[in-house]
């Protein structure tokens, strides 16, 4: 069973940048497909982008191009999730999920528990 711990989230200043983490354990992960999604107060899940092929291949949603960047160290089994130059509008829970690498969230078999992003103004 894959298990996903998130680490990285906290209170961010606008303009800052921050580096979310997904450490999975509980099998091989050589080509494990990774996605990224969040979710803001009051809004539907968004997925961010995902990350498949022993990290060939990264695609993001529109809305998250050039700011966002996802990647694995392939060591460590572990993904990271980097947004620069944050804004407020960029609060919200981050999730990884493991599985898959489209943007349907029911397709991912595995999730983190979710870590925290505040972007102060």
């Known amino acids: 069973q894959v298990q996903l711990v998130e680490s990285g989230g906290g209170l961010v200043q606008a303009g800052g940048s921050v580096r979310l983490a997904c450490v999975a354990s509980?099998?091989?992960?050589?080509?494990?497909?990774m996605g990224w999604f969040r979710q803001a107060p009051g809004k539907e899940r968004e997925f961010v982008g995902s990350i498949r092929w022993g990290g060939q291949i990264t695609v993001y949603e529109d809305s998250f191009k050039g700011r966002f960047t996802i990647s694995k160290d392939s060591a460590n089994n572990t993904w990271y999730l980097q947004i620069n130059d944050v804004k407020p509008e960029d609060t919200a829970v981050y999730y990884c999920?493991?599985?898959?690498?489209?943007?349907?969230?029911?397709?991912?078999?595995?999730w983190g528990q979710g870590t925290q992003v505040t972007v102060s103004s």
């Open positions: 999920a493991g599985g898959h690498y489209n943007r349907r969230w029911l397709d991912y078999t595995a």
């Open positions: 509980g099998r091989t992960f050589s080509n494990y497909p």
